[in-house]
């Protein structure tokens, strides 16, 4: 190259920089436009209305911020199902006052107003309603309600609040496991269930609950059970026996699944026979020959699906 380019070459550079200069301050400023324009449409008047309970309620106002209650509308699914053209019913309970009669809401997700209703203009001299986290709740989670009632928590009136906190929606524990055992000693933990599941959650077997079924909720907003009921059904202990290798996986190498069942039926019938030779009352025997026999159902069952539907087991682990 010969030098007599050299200022041509310069110019060249200066121009292609002044050019990428321009280029990325007007991306910026579109950015900057842009967000601008998305938390413009955030600050609507429901969220205007949360921030005028944030000026005296700032701590309660964080934890609802983040929960699933706050975003129930905002979600990618709830979204798609809007752009789709919904139901109106969802904005029941996806969004807050819903009019059936005007299809107007008050406000997108569920806010303060959906569970403790109107704010009088002279709050705090006059109080907020607030409901005892039952009935409210029920509004919404109807399934749940249900199970809720059949329960001994139910049977006692236990209110949703005791262990889930109403803002964040959490459970009130830094673990379900610290939640029960808070209320239940490790006294109730014995019998072959509990001792052979130390690494357990009580969640696993006592509040089982399948898959939540989205694609029946999308089309009809039924909800799927959430295992409130406290009871121990088969189907909580089949979800994870019924998976052929982690089954094996707990048992020696190489065993083969019948021979396994049979391994375990007999240990568990030693062990109900050792339980009677002890005396133990009779409702510790009961406990005992009832997953004997669940798991010999659980077991055959097992046997005959792995039997008939090949494949099904590998595709389930994946
Ligand atoms: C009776 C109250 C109720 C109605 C009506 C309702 N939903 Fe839901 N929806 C819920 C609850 C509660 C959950 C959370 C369920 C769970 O995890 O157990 C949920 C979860 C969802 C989810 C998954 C979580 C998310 O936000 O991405 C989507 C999507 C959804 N609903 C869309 C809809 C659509 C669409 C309709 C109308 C056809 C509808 N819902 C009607 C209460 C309702
Ligand atoms: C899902 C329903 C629900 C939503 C949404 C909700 N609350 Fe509550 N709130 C309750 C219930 C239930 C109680 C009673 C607490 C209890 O039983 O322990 C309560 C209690 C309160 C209390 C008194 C006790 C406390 O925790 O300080 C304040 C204040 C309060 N709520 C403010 C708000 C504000 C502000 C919002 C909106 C950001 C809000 N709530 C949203 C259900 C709700
Ligand atoms: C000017 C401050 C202020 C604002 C704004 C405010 N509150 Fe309160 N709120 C209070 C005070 C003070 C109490 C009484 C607290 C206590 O005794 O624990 C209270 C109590 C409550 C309670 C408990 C029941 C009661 O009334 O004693 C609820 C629920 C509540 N507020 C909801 C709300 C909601 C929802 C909003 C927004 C729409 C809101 N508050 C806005 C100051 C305020
Ligand atoms: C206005 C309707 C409404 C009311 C009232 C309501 N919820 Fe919800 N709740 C919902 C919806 C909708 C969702 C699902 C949001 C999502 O996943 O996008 C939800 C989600 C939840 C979740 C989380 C579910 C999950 O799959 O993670 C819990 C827990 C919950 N609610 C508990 C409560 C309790 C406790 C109360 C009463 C204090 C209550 N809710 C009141 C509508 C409501
Ligand atoms: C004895 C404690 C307790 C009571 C009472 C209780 N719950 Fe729960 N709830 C739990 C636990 C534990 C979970 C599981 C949390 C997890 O593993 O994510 C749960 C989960 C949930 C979920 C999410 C279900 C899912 O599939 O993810 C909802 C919704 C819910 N509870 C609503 C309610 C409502 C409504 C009530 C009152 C009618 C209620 N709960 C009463 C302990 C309780
Ligand atoms: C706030 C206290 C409290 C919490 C938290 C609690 N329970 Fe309970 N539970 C009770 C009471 C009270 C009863 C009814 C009296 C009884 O039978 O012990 C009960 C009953 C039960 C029963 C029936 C006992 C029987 O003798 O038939 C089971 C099972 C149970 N709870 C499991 C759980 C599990 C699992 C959790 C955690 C998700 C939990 N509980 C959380 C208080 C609690
Ligand atoms: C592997 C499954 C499993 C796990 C994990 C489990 N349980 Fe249980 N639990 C059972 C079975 C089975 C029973 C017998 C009663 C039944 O069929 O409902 C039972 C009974 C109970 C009872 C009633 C006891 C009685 O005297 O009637 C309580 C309370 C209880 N469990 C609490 C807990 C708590 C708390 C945890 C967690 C620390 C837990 N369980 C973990 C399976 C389990
Ligand atoms: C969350 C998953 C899970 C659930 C739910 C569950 N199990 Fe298990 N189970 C396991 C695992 C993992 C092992 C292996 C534990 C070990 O070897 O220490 C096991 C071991 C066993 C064994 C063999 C014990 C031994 O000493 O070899 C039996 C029998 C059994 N479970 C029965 C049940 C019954 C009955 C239920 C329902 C009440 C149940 N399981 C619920 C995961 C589960």
Do not use: K
Not at 77 to 82: I, N, W
Not at 90 to 116: D, N
Not at 168 to 197: K, M, W, Y
Not at 281 to 296: E, W
């Amino acid at each position: 190259m010969s030098t007599q380019n050299r200022p041509l070459h310069i110019i060249l550079i200066v121009f292609v920089l002044v050019v990428m200069l321009f280029i990325a301050t007007w991306t910026v400023a579109a950015q900057d436009d842009a967000s601008d324009a998305e938390t413009g449409d955030e600050v609507t008047v429901e969220v205007a209305e949360v921030q005028t309970c944030a000026e005296c309620h700032i701590d309660v106002v964080a934890d609802w911020q983040d929960s699933v209650h706050a975003t129930a509308f905002q979600t990618e699914g709830f979204q798609h199902a809007v752009a789709e053209g919904l139901d109106s019913s969802c904005l029941e309970c996806h969004a807050t006052g819903y009019s059936p009669v005007t299809g107007e809401i008050a406000a997108e997700g569920v806010t303060c107003e959906a569970c403790h209703g109107t704010t009088p203009e002279n709050h705090p001299e006059e109080p907020v309603p607030v409901l005892n986290g039952i009935d409210v709740c029920a509004e919404c989670h109807l399934t749940t309600y249900h199970e809720w009632q059949v329960s001994p928590h139910g049977a006692e009136n236990m209110p949703c609040t005791t262990c889930h906190d109403p803002h964040p929606q959490q459970i009130r524990f830094e673990s379900n496991n610290a939640l029960c055992l808070d209320c239940h000693g490790d006294d109730v933990l014995t019998g072959f269930a509990h001792e052979t599941h130390t690494e357990n959650e009580c969640t696993d077997c006592h509040w089982h609950r399948g898959e939540f079924d989205t694609q029946a909720h999308l089309v009809t907003g039924a909800l799927s059970p959430t295992g409130h009921e406290g009871d121990v059904e088969t189907l909580a202990c089949t979800t994870c026996h019924e998976n052929q290798e982690e089954y094996l996986a707990s048992r020696e190498a190489g065993a083969e699944m019948v021979t396994a069942s049979r391994v375990d039926i007999a240990e568990l019938e030693a062990e109900v026979a050792s339980v009677r030779a002890q005396g133990e009352n009779s409702s510790a025997v009961h406990l005992i020959q009832g997953i004997v026999v669940g798991i010999a159902l659980g077991g055959i069952l097992v046997l005959l699906m792995s039997r008939l539907r090949p494949g099904r087991f590998d595709r389930r682990s994946n």
